[in-house]
């Protein structure tokens, strides 16, 4: 999402359009077709027609390699180590069934309300069973943005982010798009880390890879903190840095409570923060 936080998943999505091949291959036949009207001899058409499909054919290929842009990042991520990938026992991130969470912050456009809540259904991605974490942004009471993300605990407990389905709407209420939409195993897009089985200082990693579409990382900061939000003071806390390669410039910090999950992030570029104030 434009110029949101993304609580539940990576740190922002940032929707960059892309120029497809079908687009190409749209105006490279609807070029041909003019050719052909003016020149309606069969042998002149037969010279033309291989022209555009190897054209069509090399908008197709750099497209690919654009989506496919860094093959030096290949995550290992077999269904065999994922027996019990929807039974998430990693204690920083573990949103329960029939738990609603609540956070709450401000921004330039009003008060910022987030609601995450575990979807009783499952999305398999990449032959993986993934937990459905539902996460719903309002802004001054107006929903912004309502997606499903897709995460997965491997058999050490690390939790795997595995893409995410968007929907924003515009402030009338109707749906604006579904751009920032990505998913582990199509166009090249490949999984991350959301959390880590024992997470140290100085741990990097990223936490998802869809070129132009998600591109964020993280670092693990501080362990052992205490933090105090509205919801209540927590102990043995993490802090986690999370940049995008897609604006360097922006980037915040997560805290994370032990049997709680997400309770806090601060925006350092904009000077926002949004804290857990419930959990229903």
């Known amino acids: 999402m434009a110029d949101q936080l993304h609580h539940t998943g ?25 050719v052909n009207l003016k020149n309606k001899s069969m042998k002149k058409n037969l010279i033309y027609w291989p022209i555009a499909f190897a054209l069509i054919l090399f908008a197709s290929c750099k497209k690919h390699d654009q989506v496919c842009k860094d093959n ?18 990693n204690p920083y991130f573990s949103f329960q069934p029939g738990k609603k ?20 259904t499952t999305k398999v991605v990449n032959d993986i069973t993934c937990v459905v974490i539902r996460d719903r942004v309002y802004i001054a009471d107006k929903l ?33 798009d579904h751009a920032g939409s990505w998913e582990a195993g199509v166009d090249c897009a490949k999984p991350g880390y959301q959390m880590l089985a024992n997470p140290q200082p100085g741990n990097a990693y990223r936490q998802e890879y869809a070129v132009g579409i998600a591109e964020d990382k993280a670092e693990v900061i501080e362990v052992g903190l205490t933090v105090t939000v509205p919801f209540g003071t927590f102990t043995n806390c993490i802090k986690i840095k999370e940049t995008s390669d897609i604006i360097p410039d922006l980037f915040e910090y997560k805290f994370y409570a032990p049997g ?18 419930d959990i229903q």
């Open 10 to 34: 990576g740190m922002a999505y940032f929707k960059n359009k892309f120029l497809t091949s079908k687009f190409l291959q749209n105006h490279i036949l609807g070029l041909f077709e003019i």
């Open 72 to 89: 030096t990042y290949n995550p290992v991520v077999s269904p065999f180590n994922f027996t019990k990938s929807i039974q998430l026992t």
């Open 101 to 120: 969470y609540i956070y709450e912050g401000g921004t330039s456009d009003g008060v910022e309300r987030i609601e995450i809540e575990r979807r009783p």
């Open 144 to 176: 912004v943005e309502d997606t499903d993300d897709w995460f997965a605990q491997d058999n050490s407990g690390n939790v795997w982010y595995m893409g995410e389905y968007v929907t924003d709407y515009n402030p009338d209420g109707s749906v604006k």
């Open 260 to 277: 709680v999950g997400f309770i806090k992030a601060v925006n350092v570029t904009d000077e926002e923060e949004v804290v857990l104030i």
